[in-house]
């Protein structure tokens, strides 16, 4: 009834912004994105009658409120799943600051959707266990494979066409790297879910946003596929200021950036105009994940710890499924 399960964050390539069904998160386009080898959650999750409700710590924290019940909401799906009503002891762990703009949902919920199900003796294909992990955190459904990954958005009522799948597998690519800034690891004050809904609502820019995703999700599988760096990245940088357009004219705005995000923006600016390869991305926070290739990583990893805006940074590469492991965190 114990078990212990990691999985890596993801960047989304094509973001996945808005959802036409809020209860059982389904998103109105589809979206790609790339495993993270170094950014990872790990969660122990054990189902016991010696536990009265569901006990949770996220980083040693014991959690309660909104971020509890939606933990709960996820044990419940599965418990529906195995039928049994055990309640449950979760502990969880990340090795970089969540809520911040940085996929944390993404592994978290991944983590917990295999742990949990492992626990309870469900033995779930890849394809369920994204669909489950989708009904925690939209992107946590990408986060169960590794490499590149392809969120089909499906057209069913009932969710079950809508899953991910691999683009293409770890091993891939090994030149493509993304280095991701922490700029600042403040919490974001809006989060995703209600950024998306409030988007949805009000800005004039999200129709436009829907017309524009196919094609982009077109470049950038055969960005990834042949690895066209320059379509990969220029598509993906694109896509990601067409995402914010539609944050920036909500109402009220919703403006993720910090002043620090905007020099980053135009640091990478900078390293192209001196013919180094390099692309922006970012997501529902202030900090900058930036593409490039091997060759120049090092030194463009360099050049941004050396700014006073990074705190910190993160050399990835792409990484691999979700799994278990035999580590226990109680
Ligand atoms: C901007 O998956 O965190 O990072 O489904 O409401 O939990 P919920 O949202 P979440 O949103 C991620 C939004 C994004 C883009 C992306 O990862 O595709």
Same mark, same amino acid.
């Given at each position: 009834?114990?078990?212990?399960?990691?999985?890596?964050?993801?960047?989304?390539?094509?973001?996945?912004?808005?959802?036409?069904?809020?209860?059982?998160?389904?998103?109105?386009?589809?979206?790609?994105?790339?495993?993270?080898?170094?950014?990872?959650?790990?969660?122990?999750?054990?189902?016991?009658?010696?536990?009265?409700?569901?006990?949770?710590?996220?980083? %040693?924290?014991?959690?309660?409120?909104?971020?509890?019940?939606?933990?709960?909401?996820?044990?419940?799906?599965?418990?529906?799943?195995?039928?049994?009503?055990?309640?449950?002891?979760?502990?969880?762990?990340?090795?970089?600051?969540?809520?911040?703009?940085?996929?944390?949902?993404?592994?978290?919920?991944?983590?917990?959707?295999?742990?949990?199900?492992?626990?309870?003796?469900?033995? &779930?294909?890849?394809?369920?266990?994204?669909?489950?992990?989708?009904?925690?955190?939209?992107?946590?459904?990408?986060?169960?494979? %590794?490499?590149?990954?392809?969120?089909?958005?499906?057209?069913?009522?009932?969710?079950?066409?809508?899953?991910?799948?691999?683009?293409?597998?770890?091993?891939?690519?090994?030149?493509?790297?993304?280095?991701?800034?922490? &700029?600042?690891?403040?919490?974001?004050?809006?989060?995703?879910?209600?950024?998306?809904?409030?988007?949805?609502?009000?800005?004039?820019?999200?129709?436009?946003?829907?017309?524009?995703?196919?094609?982009?999700?077109?470049?950038?599988?055969? %960005?990834?596929?042949?690895?066209?760096?320059?379509?990969?990245?220029?598509?993906?940088?694109?896509?990601? &200021?067409?995402?914010?357009?539609?944050?920036?004219?909500?109402?009220?705005?919703?403006?993720?950036?910090?002043?620090?995000?905007?020099?980053?923006?135009?640091?990478?600016?900078?390293?192209?105009?001196?013919?180094?390869?390099?692309?922006?991305?970012?997501?529902?926070?202030?900090?900058?994940?930036?593409?490039?290739?091997?060759?120049?990583?090092?030194?463009?990893?360099?050049?941004?710890?050396?700014?006073?805006?990074?705190?910190?940074?993160?050399?990835?590469?792409?990484?691999?499924?979700?799994?278990?492991?035999?580590?226990?965190?109680?």
């Amino acid at each position: 009834m114990k078990a212990t399960a990691i999985a890596n964050s993801n960047i989304a390539l094509v973001k996945y912004w808005g959802k036409r069904n809020e209860e059982l998160i389904l998103p109105y386009n589809s979206s790609i994105s790339m495993t993270l080898d170094k950014l990872y959650t790990t969660t122990t999750v054990e189902f016991s009658k010696k536990y009265s409700k569901d006990e949770l710590t996220i980083d %040693g924290e014991k959690i309660s409120g909104e971020e509890l019940e939606r933990v709960e909401r996820q044990l419940n799906l599965i418990r529906r799943t195995a039928k049994v009503s055990e309640k449950a002891k979760i502990a969880s762990a990340s090795n970089f600051p969540k809520a911040a703009g940085l996929a944390s949902s993404a592994s978290a919920f991944a983590a917990l959707t295999l742990a949990a199900t492992k626990a309870l003796d469900l033995h &779930l294909p890849k394809k369920e266990l994204s669909i489950i992990a989708r009904q925690g955190s939209g992107s946590a459904c990408r986060s169960i494979y %590794g490499g590149f990954v392809e969120w089909q958005k499906g057209t069913l009522e009932n969710g079950e066409d809508s899953y991910a799948m691999q683009v293409a597998p770890q091993n891939h690519w090994p030149e493509l790297c993304m280095i991701v800034n922490v &700029l600042t690891p403040k919490q974001k004050k809006i989060k995703s879910r209600a950024g998306m809904a409030q988007t949805i609502a009000t800005s004039p820019l999200y129709k436009a946003w829907l017309e524009t995703v196919e094609s982009d999700l077109e470049k950038v599988r055969s %960005g990834i596929l042949e690895k066209k760096f320059p379509l990969l990245g220029q598509t993906a940088e694109m896509n990601a &200021l067409k995402m914010h357009s539609t944050m920036i004219t909500t109402e009220p705005h919703i403006i993720y950036w910090e002043p620090e995000t905007i020099v980053m923006m135009k640091e990478v600016m900078q390293l192209r105009e001196e013919a180094t390869e390099c692309y922006f991305t970012i997501d529902g926070g202030p900090q900058v994940k930036v593409l490039c290739l091997e060759k120049d990583a090092k030194k463009i990893e360099k050049r941004f710890s050396e700014m006073k805006e990074v705190q910190k940074t993160f050399l990835c590469k792409t990484g691999g499924d979700a799994k278990l492991i035999d580590m226990e965190l109680f």
